[in-house]
């Protein structure tokens, strides 16, 4: 089945679907380097990097495309008067609708937050229902299904909501396009069991190329290595003597914020004053026996290593998302929050875990069987 890939990013989304022989023909995304990543991934699928407000469908020769997947950000992107922000019709959100509208695809798929179900407008009126109403309107009967990818075999627990679209000449059997679960919570993958393989490197270690130095532990890592030759993307942030002390105090559980004030944040540009700032989220020391917590974009600076006092590689985030070891992932590593383009941290965070996706994706493939 043909797929188009819009809001794509680096390619979670694609990849999943690809696992379950879906073809995609087309992504866009603006992003330059999450789109390199794309690209370089996934070469024979162009990659269009554009803003896709800007994008008419029609001209694009899509024929016979089965269906659409994606996640918009569901921000409101309207600036000006008084347009409400949190209300999907102002938002990237209308774009998905248009390229359904246009495109008339068997299927969708829409992944967004969790809180989203809960999000509602100025005028209190739930978004996931004015969602529900924009897609009906076109021709779509829909399903909701709030889904954590622990479930699937992601070594991470990442609750996320999926608005799945079928076209109305389609039977709709909401219960037959729920995925089947692949794991108990008593068999949950555990972090250790997706970075225990992977080199122990210390601060300002490692390279954006290696060998393997050990023979994988367990089905997971094989999975990940799978074709595999080297590790790419495995090197490790330059961390100041300061803040490495700061990782020795926090115990598995424990944050920034359980830190005495020695060793608390200071404010930048002023060493000897402490930041009237200090969020739970950030430097947390996460138990290697447990899933993840959510690799979110900024989870550079969420977490740290269970045993060694850095953050973590963009290579052991792609691990916990499933990326296998032969996804590689361009542009740099971190950026400032001035920079334009997302880094290899912000596109791993911001991704479809691929073995999430894939459970989807095989749960359309047998819909429409």
Known sequence: MKILDIFAGCGGFSL?????????????????????????????????????????????????????????????FSLSGNRDTKDPRNSLFVDFVRFVKVLKPKFFVMENVKGLMSMTTKKNILVKEIIQD??????????????????????QIRERVFFIGIRKDFLFDNIKLTPNIVYSKKKYLKLWDAISDLPQIGSGEG??????????????????????????????????????????????GQSVKDV???????????????????????????????????VAASFQSNFIHPYLDRNFTAREA??????????????????????????????????VPPLMAKALAKAIKNYFK
């Open 260 to 294: 005495g004030k020695k060793y608390s944040q200071r404010k930048r540009g002023a060493a000897n004053k402490l930041s009237g700032k200090v969020y739970s989220q950030n430097n947390m020391r996460p138990f290697p026996n447990l899933p993840s917590p959510t």
């Open 16 to 76: 999943g679907f690809q696992m379950e022989n879906f073809k995609p023909c087309l992504a866009i995304e603006i992003d330059q380097w999450a789109s390199e990543t794309y690209s370089y991934n996934h070469p024979k699928i162009p990659v269009l990097t554009k803003d896709i407000r800007k994008i008419n469908p029609k001209k694009l020769n899509l024929k016979n495309i089965d269906g659409i997947i994606g996640g918009p950000p569901c921000q409101g």
């Open 207 to 252: 390279q954006e190329e290696q060998k393997y130095s050990n023979k994988p532990k367990n089905k997971y890592q094989s999975l990940m290595r799978k074709n595999s030759k080297k590790i790419y993307n495995h090197v490790s942030m330059k961390h100041t003597d300061r803040l490495i002390e700061r990782f020795k105090q926090i115990k598995y």
């Open 134 to 155: 924009e897609f009906k309107k076109i021709g779509y009967n829909l399903t909701l299904q709030v889904l954590s990818s622990a479930d699937y075999g992601v070594p």
């Open 318 to 351: 792609a691990r916990i998302q499933s990326f296998p070891d032969t996804y590689i992932f361009k542009g740099k590593r971190t950026t400032m929050s001035w920079e334009k383009y997302l880094s290899q941290y912000q596109q791993i965070g911001n991704a």
